[in-house]
């Protein structure tokens, strides 16, 4: 092993095998680790839709900026499978190293980048008892590989796992075991100075976890969902962590009795939500219907996979944007947020219950796989300051009225709510149509008055919805549009191509519905082209730029293969279909 050693501004490595191996649990440690070292640490789960067996990695990037996409080359593999091996040595460096299990695969004839391969489970029996302990070893090695000292993953071993027996001492010991072993067969080639840079106390953290924080945060205490991948993580995470906020989290027989209880929940004045994907969402639609005409509050997570039907149901997409903008029979105001970040995940819940309350409609965070399976950094959420507001009747409010009308027609559209049996009120709610008193009726004129007043709310709820962010040369005539979890893709992108002279500007949406006119208008001053960036087959946030603001998109960039852009492929197809190169 060389005493001189490469610094490095970034690294990129995949751990990989099948599905019930652990690599999910392996990548995040090393993660946490990297990212309380000092580093920004981004990982992308790549998992088949079976419980055992298949082909699953990480692929991790480490940098020392901000980072939330995908990157190759690759510096280092982890495979725990000979298929593993064969699979993602092709896109190894050429200084690239090769960590393997040597008991369950070897290297193919001629393999020219470096390689250590060590007996993970066998080690793991020697030095910690179990070969359960297995990943350690390969975490510990991984290390001695990369350059990084092997006590911080100690020491993080032992916090993780306090509290069950002896599991984090012999976690501990089994990585150091590994580290030990390929430190030696290390020598010959030149390890990269990927030690500590700092102290940092940001978190590593996935789209659908911010996602649950913000729920608590925002005092939702009530979660009913049937598991549908990718929102079950929040169904688990909820259940596992919502007892010590006394939050009920029901798992239901299925979606349509999910978003009923969800429903009955927030109608008896506790703040509810549910999770779905698309596919339970389709279940789900009568009933988003029912919190619309009863104007009660809801908030929805719909977590975007490859459809139709089953589809792929472990791949991520942007395709459910104009299905959940138009569900449900007739017309009626929603709000739908589409977070692009960890820290917009939690910032856009905890709104989206507050705006849900306000104007006594439902909202939906539409997310997707990437964003909800995928681990980023993210700094910690100011859990000191955030706002809860019921707006429900207070006392003194209720006595000055002289009688309780639910569904009063006022020149907000927002009428006075109060919850079942406070004050004295009788709260009549129905699926039909209604007067103001919540009683059914068929009469045409209040039929008109009704919708107009629940209409009336859009122009209320239109100047809640926060800007779209601006990236890139704000002098660039040629303007790139997204929206949802494409933004860090897109940022570096266009970060790319203005490092390389090509004037670029960005335009990105995480507040979609109502849509932010005024905002989008502003953006396109001074833009001679455009083009739009989506995860669909047909550019249907172009379709709706189009509906609102009469604009159509130059050339449309999509990818729809069940995998997220990389920056390189954005950049590639810009090149092709505006740049002329």
């Not at 092997?150 to 071993?157: C, G, M």
């Not at 129905?430 to 629940?454: L, Q």
Request: with cysteine; aromatic share 8%.
């Amino acid at each position: 092993m060389s005493d001189k050693q490469k610094r490095v501004d970034e690294f990129n490595l995949v751990a990989a095998g099948a599905a019930g191996q652990g690599i999910e649990t392996l990548s995040v440690i090393l993660g946490k680790v990297f990212v309380r070292g000092g580093w920004h640490a981004f990982a992308l789960q790549d998992k088949e839709s079976r419980i055992r067996g298949g082909h699953n990695f990480f692929h991790m990037r480490i940098s020392r900026k901000p980072v939330g996409s995908a990157s190759v080359p690759l510096d280092l593999v982890v495979a725990l499978t000979e298929e593993s091996i064969e699979l993602h040595r092709k896109d190894l460096a050429e200084t690239g190293a090769l960590l393997y299990d040597s008991d369950k695969g070897r290297l193919p004839a001629g393999e020219k980048h470096h390689a250590v391969g060590l007996p993970f489970e066998q080690i793991a029996k020697e030095a910690g008892g179990s070969r359960i302990y297995g990943n350690s070893v390969a975490a510990g090695a991984a290390l001695a590989i990369i350059g990084w000292d092997v006590s911080d993953l100690e020491s993080f071993l032992k916090s993780f796992f306090s509290g069950k027996d002896e599991a984090g001492e012999r976690n501990a010991k089994a990585a150091r075991a590994g580290y030990e072993k390929a430190l030696k067969l290390c020598e010959g080639f030149q390890r990269s100075d990927l030690g500590r840079i700092g102290r940092a106390e940001r978190m590593f953290i996935t789209g659908h976890e911010a996602v649950c924080v913000g729920a608590v945060a925002a005092g939702c205490r009530f979660f009913s969902a049937y598991p549908m991948s990718p929102s079950t993580a929040i169904l688990t995470f909820l259940a596992e962590h919502g007892e010590p906020f006394d939050m009920v989290v029901e798992q239901a027989e299925d979606e349509i009795a999910a978003i009923n209880m969800a429903i009955g929940g927030s109608y008896g004045g506790v703040r509810s939500m549910t999770a779905t994907s698309g596919g339970g969402f389709s279940l789900m639609v009568e009933a988003f219907g029912l919190a619309a005409i009863s104007e009660t509050p809801l908030v929805v997570v719909e977590g975007q996979r490859p459809g139709p039907a089953t589809g792929l149901p472990t791949r991520t997409e942007q395709a459910d944007l104009l299905f959940v903008l138009n569900a449900s029979q007739g017309e009626f105001p929603r709000f739908i947020f589409a977070p692009a970040t960890p820290g917009e995940a939690f910032s856009m819940t905890v709104k989206a219950f507050n705006l849900s309350e306000k104007y006594q409609v439902p909202a939906v965070i539409l997310t997707d796989e990437f964003l909800a399976d995928c681990y980023f950094t993210e700094e910690r959420f100011d859990l000191s300051s955030v706002p809860i507001d019921r707006h429900l009747l207070s006392e003194e409010e209720a006595r000055k009225l002289k009688d309780y009308r639910r569904y009063a027609l006022t020149e907000s559209g927002i009428s006075p709510r109060s919850l079942p049996s406070a004050f004295g009120f009788e709260v009549t709610a129905d699926s039909h149509e209604h007067d103001e008193w919540g009683h059914i009726t068929e009469d045409p004129v209040m039929r008109k008055e009704m919708m107009d007043k629940r209409f009336r709310k859009m122009a209320g709820m239109e100047k809640e919805m926060s800007p779209p962010k601006m990236l890139g040369n704000p002098q660039a005539t040629l303007l790139i549009v997204s929206w949802g979890s494409t933004l860090r893709a897109v940022s570096e992108a266009i970060e790319i191509l203005n490092g390389e002279g090509v004037k670029v500007r960005g335009m990105h949406f995480s507040e979609i519905w109502p849509f932010p006119r005024k905002h989008a208008e502003n953006g396109f001053k001074g833009i001679q082209r455009w083009a739009a960036v989506e995860n669909n087959y047909t550019g249907q946030f172009a379709r709706l730029m189009a509906m609102e603001l009469g604009k159509r998109p130059d050339a449309h960039v999509l990818k729809y293969t069940g995998r997220a852009f990389t920056a390189t492929e954005i950049v590639e197809g810009l090149r092709k279909e505006v740049l002329g190169s």
